[in-house]
């Protein structure tokens, strides 16, 4: 299994509990690289400092979770966005941002996520870089935002649709991404079954826990497997596509 070589696409190593621990665990088994999401100023500081620490396995991302910007004052909104604005050439990507109807139900929520999910698309357009985007209960909004936004390089992260969603992903270039939910949930093994594998990453949202156990990167191979059984591909075949779109359409270096 180590020689086959995998990505954690979309992840928060800094709220896991024995970073180094967990990463050399996961090194161990094949991982070449992990996608840390920031979604606020002091998480935003802590993914980038990771990847300091963790050169070259590490790749941090700079974000707002829709979630919890519409509880911060518009003073906290600005300061992480200029936080973001800061360190914009350094990031790898840009994310966690997006939008989520969730918890946004009011029309002032929705506007507040929908200002600065516009804000980071721009931003990562604008620095030819890949956002990370959530879409909780707001899937068909999301994908409609960004078509508007012309977003070109875009991972739909914890995603799932049907075939005009998924024509929407692949017309686009974009990719989306399953985690562990693949293992159990039928819907997610559909989506994945009739996702074209160039347009499908693997993830683990980690620390959020499945069956009672907090995930991190080590649950990757885990994931690869199932999506191989559901996609009838080789391990092989569907590492070699997580590395070119590592490489390729993140412009990552490990």
Known sequence: ?????????????NEWGNVEKALSAARALGIQGVCANGTNALSNGQCRSLSHAFKGLVFFGLGMHPQELIQWSRLEQDHAWEGVQAHAADAHFFGETGLDYKY???????ECQAKWFACMTALARAHDKAVEVHSRQARSQTLEFLQRARAEKV??????GDKKMIRVIVENGWKASVGPSVLTQPHIQSFARALPVENLCLETDGPVSFDGVPADSTWIPRVAEKVCALKGLSMEELSHVQQRIARDYFGFKP
């Open 1 to 13: 299994m180590a020689s086959l070589k995998w990505w954690d696409f979309h992840c928060h190593p």
């Open 155 to 160: 991972l739909l992260h914890w995603f799932y």
């Open 104 to 110: 946004g139900v009011t029309v002032e929520q929705r």
